[in-house]
């Protein structure tokens, strides 16, 4: 899957990805071989993906976390110590291709110590299917924009975020 490749190159060009920062990433696997959402995952494609970010992890120290489909209520599937770090509830729940998708099932499989947590506030995010993880990214979302509209077929929506613009017609935004 070089799409995946690509996206995550162009993202890194743009320095999308910080140290310490948490990108949250919502896969449909399905939809990646053109398939409707849920109905044919693929550990194939988990595989390679969750092979990439870590690859992107290791490099610029983001830290992701696996958004899991709505039969798990859209959690997410991240490191303990990121839990810990950050103090989140875990709930019991194990993420498998029927219950989580493929993604989310694979990264359960293969992270050190894998934890979930219904709720997170990531400072951006890659949402590969249209699998709606805006509620997991800090408000203000804003899109970036990047040349890979797709990634197999799967439609690719990307977002980070700004500080909330507060005050009336007297505020400002920058110091002058």
Do not use: W
């Not at 919502?26 to 398939?35: A, L, M, P, R, Y």
């Not at 969750?50 to 859209?74: L, M, P, S, Y």
């Amino acid at each position: 899957m070089a799409d995946i490749k690509t996206l995550l190159a162009e993202l890194e060009a743009i320095h999308f990805f910080k140290e310490g920062e948490i990108c949250v990433i919502g896969c449909s696997t399905s939809e990646v071989i053109g398939e409707k959402i849920g109905t044919h995952s693929s550990d194939e494609v988990a595989e390679t993906f969750f092979e990439a970010f870590k690859a992107i992890a290791e490099k610029t120290g983001v830290q992701f976390v696996f958004q899991g489909c709505e039969h798990i209520n859209r959690a997410l599937t991240l490191e303990k110590t990121l839990a810990d770090k950050l103090g989140l509830q875990t709930v019991t729940v194990v993420p498998v291709r029927k219950a989580g998708g493929s993604m989310s099932a694979y990264a359960y499989r293969h992270l050190s110590e894998p934890v979930v947590v219904e709720h997170i506030q990531a400072d951006c995010g890659i949402d590969i299917g249209q699998t709606l993880i805006g509620m997991h990214i800090k408000h203000v979302q804003i899109p970036v924009r990047v040349n890979t509209k797709k990634v197999g077929e799967a439609v690719v929506t990307i977002a980070t975020h700004r500080p909330k613009l507060i005050g009336g017609p007297r505020a400002q935004y920058e110091l002058n």
